[in-house]
């Protein structure tokens, strides 16, 4: 069984950084795919970034491309998400999520392809 607990996450003046951590248990550095996704107040849950376990492939959203970089320790299990030049609107809850054996051509950044996910961690940028 898969856990995700995220840490990390905070208020920060625009232009700034935040590193997200997302603790696994459970999961297999074999293959699947981890990633981080967002969501804004009544906004839908938007793919951030991934990250594909196998292979180390990454992919990010065209908003977040250039300051975002993801990041496996995989020695301690933790998924990281390090975001520069933050702006007003990435604020939102972010949450990390990994699926073991996604099924073949499913897109990264679609929500509805993961199985597991975490409890969330709230970043404010003003």
């Known amino acids: 069984h898969v856990q995700l607990v995220e840490s990390g996450g905070g208020s920060v003046q625009a232009g700034g950084s935040l590193r997200l951590s997302c603790e696994a248990s459970?999961?297999?550095?074999?293959?699947?795919?981890m990633g981080w996704f967002r969501q804004a107040p009544g906004k839908e849950r938007e793919g951030v970034v991934a990250?594909?376990?196998?292979?180390?492939?990454?992919y990010y959203s065209d908003s977040v491309k250039g300051r975002f970089t993801i990041s496996r320790d995989n020695a301690k299990n933790t998924l990281y998400l390090r975001m520069d030049s933050l702006k007003p609107e990435d604020t939102a809850m972010y949450y990390c999520?990994?699926?073991?054996?996604?099924?073949?051509?499913?897109?990264?950044?679609?929500?509805?392809?993961?199985?597991?996910w975490g409890q969330g961690t709230q970043v404010t940028v003003s």
């Open positions: 999520a990994a699926q073991p054996l996604p099924a073949y051509g499913a897109l990264w950044y679609k929500a509805a392809n993961f199985g597991y």
């Open positions: 990250l594909y376990t196998g292979g180390g492939t990454t």
């Open positions: 459970g999961y297999s550095r074999a293959s699947g795919v």
